[in-house]
C-alpha cells in the first residue's frame, strides 16, 4: 500500500463506522415513536430489541466466510454497508410486534455483519499503517452515534415520524458507501476454515472474556444509568436522561486518545487501567449516589471503557487466522455480554437493590483489570 492508498483507505473505513454508528444513534431516537405507532408495552418493546441482538449474534460468524467469498475484507465491509441500509428501513414496514422482531432481527444481523467487516478491515488498514488507529475508528462511530442523536431529537421536534427518520440514515448509509466504496481496498484475503459457529479459540478465550465483560458493561449503562439517577441518586427525569450522554460524551474523548495512549503505554496497559479507572468510577457511584458524584462516575466509566473494545478486536484479528475470524469470535461474545449486563443488573436490583447490582459491574471491571495482569506476566 502508498502512502495515498493508507490514506484513502483509512478515510474511508473511518467513515463507514461514522455512517454505521450514526444509523444506530437514528435507530435509537426512532425506537419511541415506533413504540407509540405500534401501542408496544414495555415488555413487547424489550422483545423487539432482544431480536436485534439475536440477529447479529446469529450473523457475526458468517462474516470471515463472507470476506472470503468476496475476496477480501475491504470488499466485504463495502458489501455490508450496502446490506445495512436498506435493513434501516425494515422497522419502519412493521405492522405489530411480530414483524417488528422480524425486522429488527433483520437490522441487527446485516449490523453485525458490517460491525464484523468494517472492524475486521480496520485491523488490515492499522497494519499497513503501521500504528494503533483503532481507537480513532471507534471514535469516529461514537461521533456518529451523537450525531445520529442530535439529528433524531432535531427532526422529532419538528415533525419528522420514525420513517422519516431511518430512510434519512439509510439514504446517508447508501451515499457514503457508494463514495468509501472503491477507496476501502481488497483487504485480508485469507480463506475461511473451520465451522461458522464454533467456540473461541483457545489463543482467543481471555480476550473475548474481556470483550464479554467490557460490553456487559456498556450494555448496563445503556439501559439502566439514568434509571438509576431517578432510583437512587432521586435526580428529576429530566436530569437523569443526560446520564447515558456523559457515559457516552467520556467515551468519545477517550477514543479520540486512545490510539496515542496504546502507542505511549502498549495494549495491555490501557485496558487494564481503563478498566481500573472504570471500576473507580462505578464505586463512587455506589458509594456515594449523589447526583453530582454519580455523573462524575459515569464519565470516569466513560473514558476507561473507551478503549477495552477497539484493542480487544485489534488483538484478536492478530491472533487469529484471519482478522474477520478473531473480531467476529470476540464480538460475538462480547454481544451475548451487552445483552446479559442490563439482564443481570435487573435481577441483582430485583432480589437486593440497584446499588447491589451496579457494583457487579465494578466486579466485571476489576475481572478485566486481573485478566490483563495475568496475560503480561505469562
Not at 171 to 183: E, Q, R, S
Not at 272 to 281: D, K, N, R
Given at each position: 500500500m502508498s502512502n495515498a492508498e493508507r490514506l484513502f483507505a483509512r478515510a474511508a473505513v473511518s467513515a463507514l463506522f461514522l455512517v454505521n454508528g450514526f444509523g444506530m444513534g437514528v435507530w435509537a431516537g426512532a425506537i419511541a415513536p415506533l413504540q407509540t405507532r405500534l401501542d408496544l408495552s414495555p415488555a413487547s418493546l424489550s422483545l423487539a430489541l432482544l431480536g436485534m441482538a439475536a440477529g447479529a449474534v446469529v450473523a457475526m460468524p458468517l462474516a470471515p466466510a463472507l470476506a472470503a467469498r468476496l475476496g477480501g475484507s475491504g470488499r466485504a465491509a463495502a458489501v455490508g454497508v450496502f446490506l445495512y441500509a436498506p435493513a434501516l428501513i425494515a422497522p419502519t414496514l412493521a405492522q405489530n410486534l411480530p414483524t417488528l422482531v422480524i425486522a429488527t432481527f433483520v437490522l441487527g444481523a446485516f449490523n453485525g455483519l458490517m460491525d464484523v467487516a468494517m472492524n475486521a478491515h480496520g485491523t488490515v488498514v492499522e497494519r499497513a499503517w503501521g500504528g494503533a488507529i483503532m481507537s480513532s475508528l471507534h471514535a469516529a462511530w461514537s461521533c456518529g452515534g451523537i450525531a445520529g442523536a442530535v439529528f433524531s431529537g432535531a427532526a422529532l421536534h419538528?415533525?419528522?415520524?420514525?420513517?422519516?427518520?431511518?430512510?434519512?440514515?439509510?439514504?446517508?448509509?447508501?451515499?457514503?458507501?457508494?463514495?468509501?466504496?472503491?477507496?476501502?481496498?481488497?483487504?485480508?484475503?485469507?480463506?475461511?476454515?473451520?465451522?461458522?459457529?464454533?467456540?473461541?479459540?483457545?489463543?482467543?478465550?481471555?480476550?473475548?472474556?474481556?470483550?464479554?465483560?467490557?460490553?456487559?458493561?456498556?450494555?448496563?449503562?445503556?439501559?439502566?444509568?439514568?434509571?438509576?439517577?431517578?432510583?437512587?441518586?432521586?435526580?428529576?427525569?429530566?436530569?437523569?436522561?443526560?446520564?447515558?450522554?456523559?457515559?457516552?460524551?467520556?467515551?468519545?474523548?477517550?477514543?479520540?486518545?486512545?490510539?496515542?495512549?496504546?502507542?505511549?503505554?502498549?495494549?495491555?496497559?490501557?485496558?487494564?487501567?481503563?478498566?481500573?479507572?472504570?471500576?473507580?468510577?462505578?464505586?463512587?457511584?455506589?458509594?456515594?449516589?449523589?447526583?453530582?458524584?454519580?455523573?462524575?462516575?459515569?464519565?470516569?466509566?466513560?473514558?476507561g471503557l473507551a478503549n477495552v473494545v477497539p484493542i480487544v478486536f485489534s488483538q484478536s484479528a492478530a491472533r487469529a487466522a484471519s482478522p474477520a475470524a478473531g473480531v467476529a469470535m470476540a464480538a460475538t461474545v462480547g454481544y451475548a455480554g451487552l445483552m446479559l449486563g442490563p439482564v443481570l443488573i435487573g435481577a441483582a436490583a430485583g432480589v437486593f437493590s440497584l446499588r447491589v447490582g451496579f457494583a457487579l459491574i465494578a466486579a466485571a471491571l476489576a475481572a478485566i483489570v486481573a485478566i490483563e495482569l495475568r496475560a503480561r506476566q505469562t
Open positions: 419538528a415533525g419528522m415520524g420514525a420513517s422519516g427518520l431511518l430512510l434519512s440514515a439509510a439514504a446517508a448509509a447508501l451515499l457514503v458507501g457508494a463514495i468509501a466504496a472503491g477507496k476501502l481496498g481488497a483487504g485480508d484475503r485469507t480463506p475461511s476454515a473451520g465451522p461458522v459457529y464454533r467456540l473461541p479459540d483457545l489463543k482467543l478465550i481471555g480476550l473475548s472474556l474481556v470483550a464479554l465483560l467490557g460490553m456487559l458493561a456498556e450494555g448496563a449503562m445503556i439501559d439502566w444509568s439514568a434509571l438509576y439517577l431517578t432510583l437512587v441518586a432521586r435526580a428529576p427525569s429530566d436530569l437523569a436522561a443526560g446520564g447515558y450522554g456523559v457515559f457516552a460524551g467520556a467515551m468519545f474523548a477517550g477514543r479520540l486518545i486512545g490510539d496515542a495512549a496504546v502507542q505511549a503505554a502498549g495494549r495491555a496497559r490501557v485496558v487494564a487501567f481503563g478498566a481500573g479507572l472504570a471500576a473507580v468510577g462505578v464505586a463512587l457511584v455506589v458509594i456515594w449516589p449523589a447526583t453530582a458524584v454519580v455523573f462524575a462516575g459515569y464519565a470516569l466509566m466513560g473514558v
